[in-house]
Protein backbone atom coordinates (compact mmCIF):
# COMPACT_ATOMS: atom_id res chain seq x y z
CA UNK A 1 0.00 0.00 0.00
CA UNK A 2 1.39 3.52 -1.05
CA UNK A 3 -0.03 6.78 0.36
CA UNK A 4 0.84 10.26 -0.47
CA UNK A 5 1.26 13.73 1.69
CA UNK A 6 -2.69 13.99 1.26
CA UNK A 7 -3.43 10.39 2.87
CA UNK A 8 -6.13 10.46 0.25
CA UNK A 9 -4.44 8.97 -2.34
CA UNK A 10 -4.24 4.87 -2.91
CA UNK A 11 -2.64 2.74 -5.11
CA UNK A 12 -2.36 -1.00 -5.10
CA UNK A 13 0.34 -1.35 -7.08
CA UNK A 14 1.03 1.76 -9.44
CA UNK A 15 3.63 -0.87 -11.54
CA UNK A 16 1.29 -0.30 -14.68
CA UNK A 17 0.53 3.03 -14.33
CA UNK A 18 3.97 4.02 -14.02
CA UNK A 19 4.96 1.22 -17.11
CA UNK A 20 2.11 3.26 -19.17
CA UNK A 21 3.31 6.83 -18.75
CA UNK A 22 7.36 5.40 -19.20
CA UNK A 23 5.38 4.03 -22.94
CA UNK A 24 3.92 7.32 -23.07
CA UNK A 25 7.17 9.29 -22.63
CA UNK A 26 9.43 7.15 -25.12
CA UNK A 27 6.79 7.44 -27.63
CA UNK A 28 6.81 11.04 -27.79
CA UNK A 29 10.49 11.17 -27.46
CA UNK A 30 10.64 8.82 -30.86
CA UNK A 31 8.41 12.04 -32.25
CA UNK A 32 4.92 9.86 -32.56
CA UNK A 33 2.37 12.33 -32.88
CA UNK A 34 -0.88 12.47 -30.24
CA UNK A 35 -3.05 10.44 -32.24
CA UNK A 36 -0.62 7.98 -33.11
CA UNK A 37 0.61 7.70 -29.04
CA UNK A 38 -3.33 6.89 -28.53
CA UNK A 39 -3.71 4.66 -31.36
CA UNK A 40 -0.36 2.97 -30.20
CA UNK A 41 -1.68 2.47 -26.29
CA UNK A 42 -4.93 1.38 -27.26
CA UNK A 43 -6.36 4.80 -25.96
CA UNK A 44 -9.70 6.91 -27.24
CA UNK A 45 -8.27 9.00 -30.18
CA UNK A 46 -9.43 12.83 -29.62
CA UNK A 47 -8.10 13.06 -32.99
CA UNK A 48 -12.03 13.50 -34.73
CA UNK A 49 -10.40 13.66 -38.40
CA UNK A 50 -8.57 10.00 -37.62
CA UNK A 51 -10.70 7.01 -36.95
CA UNK A 52 -8.82 3.69 -35.57
CA UNK A 53 -10.00 2.04 -38.32
CA UNK A 54 -7.28 4.46 -40.45
CA UNK A 55 -4.47 3.15 -39.08
CA UNK A 56 -5.15 0.00 -40.94
CA UNK A 57 -3.95 1.98 -43.60
CA UNK A 58 0.16 0.37 -44.59
CA UNK A 59 1.70 4.04 -45.03
CA UNK A 60 0.27 5.27 -41.44
CA UNK A 61 1.17 1.73 -39.87
CA UNK A 62 4.82 2.45 -41.57
CA UNK A 63 5.27 5.97 -40.27
CA UNK A 64 5.19 4.68 -36.69
CA UNK A 65 7.42 1.71 -37.31
CA UNK A 66 9.82 4.51 -38.92
CA UNK A 67 9.41 7.11 -35.72
CA UNK A 68 9.92 4.01 -33.66
CA UNK A 69 13.05 2.86 -34.64
CA UNK A 70 14.84 6.24 -34.64
CA UNK A 71 15.95 6.40 -30.78
CA UNK A 72 17.17 9.91 -30.37
CA UNK A 73 18.91 9.01 -27.20
CA UNK A 74 20.58 6.08 -28.36
CA UNK A 75 23.50 6.56 -30.90
CA UNK A 76 23.48 2.76 -31.30
CA UNK A 77 20.74 2.04 -33.81
CA UNK A 78 20.16 -1.76 -34.64
CA UNK A 79 17.88 -1.22 -37.27
CA UNK A 80 17.62 0.88 -40.29
CA UNK A 81 14.82 1.94 -42.19
CA UNK A 82 15.48 2.39 -46.14
CA UNK A 83 13.11 4.87 -47.93
CA UNK A 84 12.06 3.55 -51.40
Excluded at 29 to 35: A, E, Q, T, V, W
Excluded at 54 to 62: A, G, Q, R
Amino acid sequence: MMLNEDNEFYEEDPTTYFLRRNLATKLYIHGLSIDECQYYMDHEIDFKRILRSDFSDEDMLYSIYKKLLNDPLSSNCMLQVYDE
